[in-house]
């Protein structure tokens, strides 16, 4: 057991370091320790949980949800509520920083419903919260912006340092949209203070793809001093991680941000195909043809198209709409798209929604879609309720009539 707790915060400690070599190195060894010590991998959750994290903080998304979801299909059979919640919370966060906001807001719902069942605290806000705030300021749902940041503001007060920054930086980002760069600089004083430390200074886990939008707040607000430390701490990242291009592409595009440089911008977004995120891909191809705009109109077209197509993938409708408002202003508007993960039977629906409408409709309960799609109940809840809201419905049988209809006429 101390074996694995030694392991476990030397890789912690190799992560926040940013040395991500060795840091995964260790979570191999440590889940293969408990392996040997005859622990299933997602049922040690310390060691499984982390190297989820670990996967997702690198742009490698396909792998974290895998983790994710053998964690919940485990932890559900074994009846662990707890650890069950643990790895939804995991789930969440790859969902969202895989750009599938719409499934990652309905894994919040679910985690904070458990998280109220089972007392969990400000620790489950330090992912939930963060993931519901950034899901609603993408989509721009200001009502829920609004009653989240709320809630992100007794965060403020809690004795962790850790807690704080990420109820400082959801309240930042808040106050940013809202086009207060200078309070949102203001919300960030002791969060900016960690930044050369050992530890997550905005969100936790961190997120490397978090430093270019710290870079472009700083900017409106005119703190260049603060935007060239957040460039500088990307660049030695990147510098000492030569085997992770989120790192570099972060760092180009902070680079880019910084200098105003649009060769830096294109170098970000071409970093980003190589990796497993979809809305810094977008930020970086949006800034890149913003840039552009002012020099070479014809390029930047091309160039806010495909970061309109990402931002359509991702369901981040605020986004999309601002870069469509920038192709207007070009001569080039773009008529508005579903996003691609509607079905032609329920284009009202993401994916998602419509797997759990089509069981729900053939007369499964909440828990046998749950076990049939390697979910949660709560989450299948959470899908169902957003289903119903879109569809006008108040009941199953009304959703089993209207699938007849429409499954029959697709």
């Known amino acids: 057991m101390r074996r694995r707790a030694g392991r476990g915060v030397r890789r912690e400690a190799r992560h926040y370091r940013y040395d991500w070599d060795r840091a995964f190195q260790r979570a191999d060894e440590a889940e293969d320790i408990a392996s040997e010590a005859g622990f299933s991998r997602s049922l040690w959750v310390p060691e499984a949980l982390w190297k989820a994290f670990m996967l997702n903080a690198a742009g490698r998304s396909t792998e974290a949800l895998a983790h994710s979801e053998t964690g919940i299909r485990d932890t559900q059979g074994q009846g662990q509520a707890a650890a069950m919640h643990l790895w939804l919370m995991n789930r969440s966060r790859v969902l969202l920083d895989a750009g599938r906001l719409s499934d990652a807001r309905a894994e919040a719902e679910a985690g904070t ?192 198209d495909a970061a309109l197509d990402r931002y359509i993938e991702a369901g981040a409708e605020r986004d999309a709409a601002r870069v469509r408002r920038r192709l207007r202003a070009l001569g080039a508007p773009r008529r508005r798209t579903a996003s691609s993960g509607a079905k032609s039977a329920w284009p009202e629906l993401t994916a998602s929604e419509v797997a759990v409408v089509r069981l729900v409709a053939k007369g499964m309960t909440n828990r046998q879609v749950a076990e049939h799609l390697a979910n949660s109940p709560h989450t299948v809840g959470s899908h169902l309720r957003r289903a119903f809201l879109k569809l006008g419905l108040t009941s199953r049988v009304e959703l089993a009539r209207l699938a007849g209809k429409r499954e029959y006429a697709e």
Request: hydrophobic share 50%.
């Open 113 to 304: 419903a458990m998280a109220d069942e089972l007392g969990m605290g400000n620790f489950a806000d330090a992912t939930l919260l963060y993931t519901l705030v950034r899901v609603a300021l993408h989509t721009g749902d200001r009502d829920a912006t609004y009653t989240y940041a709320a809630e992100a503001k007794r965060m403020l007060g809690d004795p962790a340092v850790l807690i704080r920054n990420v109820g400082s930086w959801l309240l930042a980002l808040t106050a940013d949209a809202e086009g207060r760069p200078d309070r949102a600089m203001e919300l960030l004083d002791e969060s900016f203070t960690t930044f050369e430390q050992v530890g997550p200074s905005l969100a936790s886990p961190d997120d490397p793809a978090d430093l270019p939008v710290f870079v472009r707040m700083a900017l409106r607000a005119g703190a260049l001093d603060r935007a060239a430390v957040a460039v500088a701490v990307a660049e030695r990242r990147a510098v000492r991680n030569p085997g992770f291009p989120i790192l570099a592409a972060a760092a180009a595009h902070a680079r880019g941000l910084l200098d105003n440089d649009t060769a830096h911008l294109l170098h970000a977004a071409d970093l980003h195909d190589g990796v497993e995120r979809l809305l810094p891909h977008a930020s970086a191809l949006e800034d890149a043809g913003r840039r552009l705009a002012l020099t070479h109109p014809t390029d930047a077209v091309p160039t806010l």
